[in-house]
């Protein structure tokens, strides 16, 4: 069964900083390095956005809202992806979700986690 499970999610302050992580397991298609990981973010009221993805290869491609803050990187040693997010905003006050999709990155993601939930204060 595939899993991808978030954690380190939080409550901070304007300015401060998080590290999110996901963990991977059962992925059946090669193998966790052959995956594309994304993180995705959903805040109240708004639908879900990209914040970054990372290839198989390691190349990365963030959302105009994060560049600059936010680092998307990735070890495939431990089937973990990872989201360093630094100079954090209100306006970044979402649930974050992990996502997996086989082979490159352009496409529907069609793995999920459930969540993790990150609240920016001012």
């Known amino acids: 069964q595939v899993q991808l499970v978030e954690s380190g999610g939080g409550s901070v302050q304007a300015g401060g900083s998080l590290r999110l992580s996901c963990a991977a397991s059962g992925l059946y298609y090669r193998d966790y390095r052959g995956y594309c990981m994304g993180w995705f973010r959903q805040a109240p009221g708004k639908e879900r956005e990209g914040v970054a993805n990372i290839s198989a290869y390691g190349a990365t491609i963030y959302a105009d809202s994060v560049k600059g803050r936010f680092t998307i990187s990735r070890d495939n040693s431990k089937a973990s992806l990872y989201l360093q997010m630094n100079s954090l905003k209100p306006e970044d006050t979402a649930m974050y979700y992990c996502?997996?999709?086989?082979?490159?990155?352009?496409?529907?993601?069609?793995?999920w986690g459930q969540g993790t939930e990150v609240t920016v204060s001012s």
């Open positions: 996502a997996a999709r086989p082979e490159n990155c352009y496409g529907p993601f069609g793995v």
